[in-house]
């Protein structure tokens, strides 16, 4: 074997369905064998991240007070913390520092770290300089060479006289995102699916059909090819029976697109009767928004928003205690105290909680104001300026916070990122906040606006279906006396309670139907 070069094959053995039974890798290097546990959580690969440095002789160090694991490389050290969904590479002279945002969080079992596998290897080549290749459904191949790119780039040259110029493939664990390079803003499209094609149109855009051309695809998407049709583009997607949908974004800063096509990956295994156990409705999380040194926004008479979250989380909570009791609640915070953004995701995760619930009061700047209403918030890019400034606005904790670059930018890039990770969940937080919207259209003293998305950074760490709620403006003086009073904050919580009730037929209904 050259030592330029060194060959790790790991076969994956008895993987079992359920989420939490350990399971090991084979690792063969030379003659040695090595042993490195994973799990399998709904197709999705962990492995533990101690077991891994072992085989390789990287050196660590773990503190198993603060579930962090140290990986130290010749020029950079890599930080993994249990059940946390960031990652930090910092250069050895501490002239550079990534925060990398994982789409799902690790997890700590038995007192190791576990990581997901595919999501984990571009920063793991970044961190050693090893060319990490992962070959489905077994073999990992470790080289000690230049790592390569995992974006797969079919041509990117552009003529000039065309919009569209090429394209670029992301295999995920549950999809492929494409990137197409576009030289113009595209103002609109429309899409079809019928017989395992799937066709795009852009409107009044001019595509180069050499650089969009595909055969002989392995994963989701099997070919590709691309033509002009009078003053539109048409691209067709060539895809294979685990195809399910898509989900088309504008790029920030940037005429690109993004294209996410999801297959049936997690649905498959969620469904599965030996993981049905875990998809039981038995554990709803109540967010408080804000809490301690974050007052949240500051309403008319001085009202202050974190005060009348809690109330109506601790509300909601005795209401579904007395009236679900097969239903456990899990509270992000019970008293008045500062909980960092980050940790009530992680507080969910670690609850094994099946709906995230984060209950807020909205503001408008000038005070007092005319605007008023309930609004639910799905996680997804804003698309208007309110949605943006509501989203900003609470984001702003982040402030309060000791590392607040742990928090990753949420572009459109990075949101269909973290969708396509959680798109089993999105379906249920969809349905969810549609029910909860007709409840708050009944017999409410406060108006209901409907379903909005907006990036809220509590929502992206929660491996659940979830929704963020303003219950109202207190910037309204009408909308202010109603949720500080105790009419006011019950009303709202029987409200969501009977949501709940109607989603948790709906959830189960479907859950057993698959």
């Known amino acids: 074997m050259k030592k330029y070069f060194l060959f790790v094959l790991i076969y994956l053995i008895n993987i079992s369905i359920n989420a939490q039974s350990i399971t090991n890798l084979t690792v063969v290097s030379g003659e040695k064998r090595y042993y490195i546990h994973v799990y399998d959580r709904e197709g999705m690969i962990y492995f533990s991240i101690k077991n891994f440095a072992d085989a390789l002789s990287i050196d660590y160090s773990y503190n198993s007070e603060t579930e962090k694991i140290q990986l130290k490389f010749p020029d950079n050290n890599l930080y993994i913390t249990a059940k946390d969904p960031f990652m930090v590479l910092q250069k050895k002279d501490k002239s550079h520092t990534d925060v990398i945002q994982l789409p799902t969080s690790t997890y700590l079992l038995e007192n190791q770290i576990y990581i997901p596998l595919k999501y984990s290897l571009e920063t793991l080549q970044k961190a050693s300089g090893m060319n990490l290749v992962f070959q489905p459904p077994n073999i990992l191949i470790v080289k000690t060479e230049k790592p390569m790119t995992n974006i797969i ?60 051309y595909k055969r002989n695809g392995e994963g989701l998407i099997k070919w590709i090819q691309a ?8 691209i067709q997607f060539g895809v294979g029976k685990e195809y399910t949908s898509n989900e ?57 928003e974190k005060n009348i979250n809690l109330a109506i989380a601790l509300k909601l909570g005795k209401d579904i205690e007395q009236q679900m009791k097969d239903v456990k609640v899990v509270y992000t915070r019970k008293t008045d105290k500062f909980i960092e953004l980050y940790r009530r995701g992680q507080i969910a995760n670690e609850a094994g909680g099946n709906l ?20 639910v918030y799905l996680l997804r890019p ?27 930018k949420l572009t459109d890039e990075n949101f269909i990122l973290v969708s396509m990770a959680q798109s089993s969940y999105m379906r249920y937080s969809e349905k969810f906040a549609e029910i909860l919207d007709k409840e708050f259209s009944k017999d409410i003293g406060i108006e209901a606006r409907g379903v909005k998305q907006a990036g809220f950074y ?9 929704v963020l709620i303003e219950t109202g403006f207190l910037s309204n003086r009408h909308d202010a006396l109603y949720l500080n009073s105790s009419k006011g904050q019950a009303q709202i919580a029987e409200a969501i309670l009977r949501a709940i009730k109607k989603f948790k037929e709906v959830y189960e209904q479907n859950i057993e139907a698959e």
């Open 458 to 466: 509590v929502l992206v760490g929660a491996s659940m279906p979830s």
């Open 153 to 212: 780039t079919d041509g990117s040259a552009s003529n000039s006289s065309f919009d569209i110029t090429g394209f670029s493939l992301d295999e995920k664990a549950n999809g492929t995102l494409v990137r197409i390079n576009s030289k113009k803003r595209i103002p609109s499209y429309n899409s079809s699916y019928k017989n395992g094609i799937l066709t795009f149109i852009f409107r009044k855009a001019h595509v180069d059909a050499a650089k969009l």
């Open 227 to 234: 033509k002009n049709v009078k003053s539109d583009a048409e």
């Open 248 to 304: 088309v974004l504008n790029v920030n800063n940037s005429n690109d697109l993004l294209i996410a096509l999801y297959n049936k990956v997690f649905e498959n295994h969620a469904v599965k009767k030996k993981e049905k156990a875990k998809w039981d409705f038995n554990v709803i999380v109540i967010d408080a928004g804000h809490g301690g040194k974050d007052t949240g926004t500051l309403g008319v008479n001085g009202i202050e």
């Open 382 to 408: 804003g698309r208007t300026k309110e949605a943006i400034d509501i989203a900003e606005r609470e984001n702003s904790v982040i402030k309060y916070e000791d590392n607040p670059a742990r928090y990753k």
């Open 356 to 375: 995230f619930i984060s209950i807020h009061c909205n503001a408008t700047p000038k005070k007092p104001s005319d605007a008023n209403g309930f609004e």
